[in-house]
């Protein structure tokens, strides 16, 4: 799955508006984020195999670190715990947490059987990624989900605001549709670097939350402009 956990990340601002949508981001796709690393470090293993499922040529067959149950839990805790270590707000650290979570929980969706419990099984996967019309319907409603909630919870300060949020969309489609078409990737190598890129992502994220105040915010924001005009033309 991969437009899914974004759909997350959004549907998390309205949750909490407080946390930054690169955070969310981050915290959404962290085990994607770690399993690449795992990749390069020889840590974690995956084969490509034509035919695997109908939207993946990869055989993820060995990736209890990133991506077992038993250690989405640890990531979860250890993000969720972070977060709250900087920012003290405990709901908000709650929320990040679940979202790591929450990627075990729509892979194990998607996935074949492949999906460990714990460092050496058993293995689980109810495999949606068998059915290309049955994943775009899935992650296209979970996307379109999350940023109806998105929009809900924030407010473009200007017009760029809108525009920002529209090209983060279009680039995150324009990665996820040609996985419907394109051929298996030349190695493995190949695949840990390009999924790496979802860093620039989170990084965009985080800038698209500054353009995209929450409501909250920007109700002080007036609320404080409100009483320095007062206090002006007290003076």
């Not at 650290?93 to 790591?100: D, K, M």
């Not at 996985?179 to 992502?201: C, K, R, T, V, Y």
């Amino acid at each position: 799955m991969f437009i899914g956990h974004y759909g997350v990340a959004f549907a998390a601002k309205r949750v909490d508006a407080r946390v930054s949508l690169g955070t969310y981001v981050l915290a959404a796709q962290f085990l994607d984020l770690l399993w690449p690393i795992f990749l390069i470090a020889g840590i974690e293993h995956v084969r490509i195999e034509p035919g695997a499922t109908a939207m993946t040529p990869l055989d993820f067959y060995d990736y209890p670190y990133s991506h077992s149950l038993v250690m989405t839990f640890v990531w979860a805790a250890l993000v969720g715990g972070a977060h709250f270590f900087f920012r003290r707000e405990l709901r908000s650290a709650i929320v990040v947490a679940a979202c790591v979570a929450s990627h075990w929980l729509l892979d194990f969706f998607a996935h074949r059987p492949d999906m460990p419990i714990g460092l050496v099984g058993p293995y689980v996967g109810l495999g949606l990624w068998n059915s290309k019309l049955g994943t775009a319907l899935v992650e296209c409603g979970m996307l379109s989900l999350g940023l109806a909630l998105y929009w809900t919870a924030t407010h473009a300060r200007t017009k760029t605001g809108n525009w920002f949020l529209a090209v983060y969309v279009a680039v995150i489609l324009a990665i996820y549709i040609p996985q419907f078409f394109a051929p298996p990737p030349p190695n493995e190598m190949a695949i840990a670097w390009a999924d790496l890129g979802q860093l620039l992502l989170v990084a965009w994220a985080y800038g698209l939350d500054r353009l995209r105040p929450s409501m909250a915010t920007l109700e002080r924001e007036l609320l404080a402009r409100r009483r320095a005009m007062r206090a002006g033309t007290q003076h």
